[in-house]
């Protein structure tokens, strides 16, 4: 039976940040999962109890502005604010086992602005201790083509008030064909409708940067994203995982599928394949 625990962790400026972690006995290998923008860890619980059917331990956490943290909705005033929030988790879980050769591997797997976030966290931290980057749908530029009106505004409102609102104008089955994973995100208190000037900008600039640290990572990387992704450019992913330094890399795209491949009909293949790729690696 797996072990679960959770609880908060303070940031560096003040914030509770809820975190969690469901464990095998023995797991084989674990994985550090970062969420995605707008959602929550407890979004993800099938696949995390995919993963410990398959004797993986899961640790996630909601990063600031998200689920059950503090934060401003969906703000953030630095990008590095979520590469901090994720090396405080990392910290806290994983600081004595660094060392030991026989520990289980650590793999970190970041979906769409938590691709991101992995990304650079690789990147510009130490990623030493990670045995393999695993990427789903990352947002590394928006497909969609937001209106001109509203992306001069939210300009403007950035100077004077970054943490103002926006309606999230992205909808329930631009996410996933699943009419009842449609259903759960309608349905889910936690899931975030709103989006801000600040957080905008930052990410802009931030996909910006991680076009150009591919050369940077030489990890063992999994991409795996949806054809019809009408959200994170699917174009722009394979154009980064061309540039991506390392020997061993692996790209699958899914036809048909949407933003949420974890999500999406058919989930359990790509379930199925993220877990093998993790034994080879283990």
């Known amino acids: 039976m797996a072990e679960h ?32 923008y707008a959602e929550h860890i407890g979004r993800y619980a099938p696949f995390i109890q995919a993963l410990l059917a398959d004797n993986i331990a899961v640790f996630g956490f909601d990063y600031r502005g998200h689920g059950r943290s503090e934060g401003r909705r969906g703000h953030v005033k630095r990008f590095s604010d979520y590469l901090d929030d994720l090396q405080l988790f990392v910290d806290h879980v994983a600081p004595a086992d660094r060392k030991q050769a026989d520990a289980p591997k650590w793999f970190l797997l970041g979906h769409s602005h938590g691709g991101l976030i992995a990304i650079h966290h690789v990147a510009q931290r130490d990623a030493r201790q990670w045995a393999g980057l695993i990427l789903s749908s990352p ?29 999230n104008e992205i909808s329930f089955d631009q996410l996933t064909r699943d009419p009842k994973a449609q259903a759960l995100v309608s349905r889910d208190p936690l899931y975030n409708r709103t989006l801000t000037p600040g957080w905008f900008s930052q990410s802009t600039r931030a996909q910006q940067e991680a076009l150009q640290m591919g050369s940077s990572i030489t990890l063992p990387t999994l991409v795996v994203c949806g054809e019809k992704d009408p959200i994170a450019s699917t174009a722009a992913t394979r154009s980064f995982f061309d540039t991506v330094a390392a020997r061993d890399k692996n790209y699958q795209e899914y036809p048909g599928m949407l933003h949420e491949t974890l999500n999406e009909i058919g989930k359990e293949e790509v379930w199925r394949r993220i877990s093998h790729w993790i034994s080879d690696h283990s």
């Open 5 to 36: 625990q959770e609880g908060f962790l303070q940031s560096k400026d003040g914030r509770r940040l809820f975190w969690q972690w469901e464990a095998p006995d023995k797991p084989r290998a674990r994985v550090m999962l970062v969420h995605g």
């Open 139 to 167: 947002y590394l530029r928006l497909a969609l083509t937001p209106p001109p009106a509203k992306v001069l505004a939210a300009k403007c409102v950035e100077k004077v008030l970054p943490w103002l609102p926006f309606k």
